[in-house]
């Protein structure tokens, strides 16, 4: 059983940082492709940045510049530095994993974040 424990969330003011953490355990880590959602309320959830298992990455556009996803396969962790945060970034952020070998996905169980002055 796969599982994904995010931490790191918080409230921070508007220009300012935080870093997120996901740990998984339960499987082989380098095989999972790792990403990295949030929900804000009222809205559907989405995709804010995703790296692969060679790490090859992508983000959304109102992200770029701003954040930025790692992962440490030696600890099994991914991390999402968020700097020059905005209001419009609060919302829920899950850590998101797909096994590459058989399209399995996995989620955690969402860190709040609030950016807010």
């Known amino acids: 059983q796969v599982q994904l424990v995010e931490s790191g969330g918080g409230l921070v003011q508007p220009g300012g940082s935080l870093t997120l953490s996901c740990a998984a355990s339960g499987s082989i880590f380098i095989v999972f492709h790792m990403g990295w959602y949030r929900q804000a309320p009222g809205n559907q959830r989405e995709l804010v940045a995703r790296?692969?298992?060679?790490?090859?990455?992508s983000y959304k556009d109102s992200v770029k510049g701003r954040f930025t996803i790692s992962r440490d396969n030696a600890k099994n962790t991914v991390f999402l530095e968020m700097n020059s945060l905005k209001p419009e970034d609060t919302a829920v952020y899950y850590c998101?994993?797909?096994?590459?070998?058989?399209?399995?996905?996995?989620w955690g169980q969402g860190t709040q974040v609030t950016v807010s002055s």
């Open positions: 790296i692969s298992t060679d790490g090859y990455t």
């Open positions: 998101h994993g797909e096994d590459r070998m058989d399209s399995e996905e996995y």
